[in-house]
């Protein structure tokens, strides 16, 4: 029904920055949210932002704890395409970062309610 397909993970150095996309394809006016989780070895998976639609290409954000100083998510109008700007990158940022997309009501921020996810795209940062 929604295929989600994620680019732009890559190697930098402390500091550096990155940009991620996920683009929805299918039933994407069945979309309710698209956001961004990551996930590091031995550890679960971590909210880190997601966006919403009311009507139209109108839509609201929301962050992890202490992320939106570095992290800032946007959508490129109504086309279900999101992105995810990473700066001041960190070795503790290193993980698989994942797009998720919901067609219900539901808790944003637990991955468990998620209907659809990308294949991941690793992060690494490291010196």
């Known amino acids: 029904q929604v295929q989600l397909v994620e680019s732009g993970g890559g190697l930098v150095l402390p500091g550096g920055s990155l940009r991620l996309s996920c683009a929805a394809s299918?039933?994407?006016?069945?979309?309710?949210?698209m956001g961004w989780f990551r996930q590091a070895p031995g550890r679960e998976r971590e909210f880190v932002a997601t966006?919403?639609?009311?009507?139209?290409?109108?839509?609201?954000?929301y962050y992890g704890d202490f992320m939106n100083d570095r992290f800032t998510i946007s959508a490129d109008g109504a086309r279900k395409t999101i992105y995810l700007q990473m700066n001041g990158l960190k070795p503790e940022d290193t993980a698989l970062y994942y797009c998720?997309?919901?067609?219900?009501?539901?808790?944003?921020?637990?991955?468990?309610?998620?209907?659809?996810w990308g294949q991941g795209a690793q992060v690494t940062v490291s010196s």
């Open positions: 998720g997309a919901l067609d219900h009501f539901a808790l944003i921020t637990t991955p468990t309610v998620y209907n659809y």
């Open positions: 299918g039933r994407t006016d069945s979309i309710y949210a």
């Open positions: 966006l919403t639609w009311s009507s139209g290409s109108d839509t609201s954000s």
